[in-house]
């Protein structure tokens, strides 16, 4: 509400061309809140107002800018004015802007980069998605490690400008190899010894990255050192480029929604809720809603195995539903607890039997509690199980259901994860299903084996 006060002012000062106002409003405030108070403007209005700012300011606010907005410039704005502002961008960010442009406009646009911006952009277009490579940027500050701490000021006057970050300074020898670091803070403190070598100032104790590195793990290594930035190198340590905890975060946040989606059976969206299509949205729900359908189908097969049983003894249908959440429910809570430290990396594959060990013993800790739950419960609610041996099937039913579950709810997890896929995977749907049919299995056959002894 508050943005959308704005926009008739905006617009006002459009119509009237007013540039004086116009400049200042986009110098005046953060770039982020200029391009918030823009929010309800038409694309071809936000990039009126952009062009009375500065090219720095222009394209700060216009990083700021919703994806969808900033699609819509380049689609539709002129291909020289466009390609200038792209230019200017954070190498990553430009790539990333450029992967959702269909292929023809962005070929244009590239024979309209420089050569230099041009290699740049296809270089780090050919790492595939998700990994160090696709997400670093080429703009860091490189220093030679024979270059003195005067030297080193004035190279850096000259680099920048061109810098997305001066936090670290990266220390390369003549063959570009990276060697080691040293921050702005410990060159700054080296200030009176103007002669000493960088060699002899740089940290080598490095921590790294490969550029073929899966981004989740680089964001994990980046949260686990408290690091600014980590440098990406190749197999030759090459230097090639830098990850800013900037990316880090948006890794980390793309990383937490696509689990969030996985945990309630939704393929992840491309875009928002409202840019997507509604076929595109029904696809990603409906496809794993079939898999769930038969999932669910397999149940009720399952269940009419039991028909027979379920009619000579009706009271039994009851506890259906009471059986198969217990172990659904406590499935789930250890496909949770266990997926979460597998993306905090506090367990890994080999972890699996102090894993076992320990869901088990929750197992039967849970089941007996529930165990006592049932007895009381089902003494004073149904005459039925009232005596032996009704009164001793909901009870071990329970028990190894929930055993069972918290079994299963940990053991998948872990072996999605030894076979190379996302955990998220194995989500609670999924786990239910599955504790679905073995809840029944256990009840059904405790309950013939206990009824027919009599």
Not at 75 to 91: P, Y
Not at 260 to 287: C, E, K
Not at 289 to 297: K, N, P, Q, S
Request: net charge negative; glycine share 6%.
């Amino acid at each position: 509400m508050e943005n959308t006060l704005y926009l008739p002012e905006i617009r006002e000062m459009l119509a009237e061309q007013d540039t004086a106002a116009l400049q200042e409003f986009c110098k005046a405030l953060h770039p982020a809140r200029t391009a918030d108070f823009m929010g309800g403007l038409e694309s071809t209005e936000v990039w009126q107002v952009l062009q009375y700012a500065d090219p720095s300011e222009r394209v700060e606010i216009f990083s700021y800018l919703p994806e969808a907005t900033q699609l819509e410039i380049v689609r539709t704005e002129g291909a020289t004015e466009v390609a200038a502002l792209i230019t200017e961008l954070a190498s990553d960010d430009r790539v990333d802007l450029l992967q959702n442009i269909e292929k023809p406009l962005v070929q244009s646009l590239l024979g309209l980069l420089p050569a230099e911006d041009r290699r740049d952009i296809l270089r780090l277009q050919a790492y595939p998605e998700g990994t160090a490579g696709s997400v670093m940027t080429t703009e860091f500050a490189k220093l030679a490690e024979s270059m003195t701490v005067q030297e080193a000021f004035q190279e850096l006057g000259r680099q920048v400008e061109d810098l997305e970050t001066v936090y670290y300074l990266y220390i390369v020898d003549e063959q570009e190899r990276l060697r080691g670091l040293v921050s702005a803070r410990n060159l700054i403190s080296a200030i009176n010894k103007p002669n000493m070598l960088l060699q002899d100032l740089m940290d080598t104790q490095l921590i790294a990255v490969l550029a073929g590195d899966d981004q989740e793990q680089v964001a994990q290594k980046v949260a686990r050192y408290d690091l600014l930035a980590i440098p990406v190198i190749d197999e030759q340590n090459h230097m090639l480029g830098i990850i800013t905890h900037d990316d880090v975060i948006d890794v980390i946040r793309e990383e937490a929604v696509e689990d969030a989606y996985r945990s309630a059976a939704v393929a992840p969206l491309g875009q928002g809720y409202f840019d997507t299509h509604l076929l595109s949205l029904t696809w990603s729900r409906g496809i794993w809603l079939a898999v769930l359908f038969f999932a669910a189908l397999l149940t009720a097969i399952v269940l009419k195995q039991y028909e027979a049983r379920i009619e000579s003894w009706a009271w039994l249908s009851v506890f259906i539903p009471l059986i198969i959440s217990s172990g659904g429910n406590s499935g789930n809570q250890s496909a949770t607890l266990i997926i979460t430290a597998l993306t905090l990396q506090e367990i890994s594959f080999r972890d699996w039997w102090r894993v076992v060990k320990r869901e088990l013993a929750m197992g039967l800790l849970l089941g007996s509690g529930l165990a006592l739950c049932g007895i009381l419960s089902t003494y004073f609610l149904f005459e039925e199980t009232r005596s032996f041996p009704g009164i001793a099937i909901i009870p071990l039913t329970l028990l190894l259901v929930v055993i069972c579950g918290t079994c299963t709810g940990s053991i998948l997890p872990l072996l999605f994860k030894r076979l190379g896929l996302d955990p998220a995977l194995m989500s609670s749907p999924f786990v239910a299903g599955i504790i679905d049919i073995l809840g029944i299995v256990i009840y059904m056959n405790i309950a013939v084996i206990l009824l027919t002894s009599i």
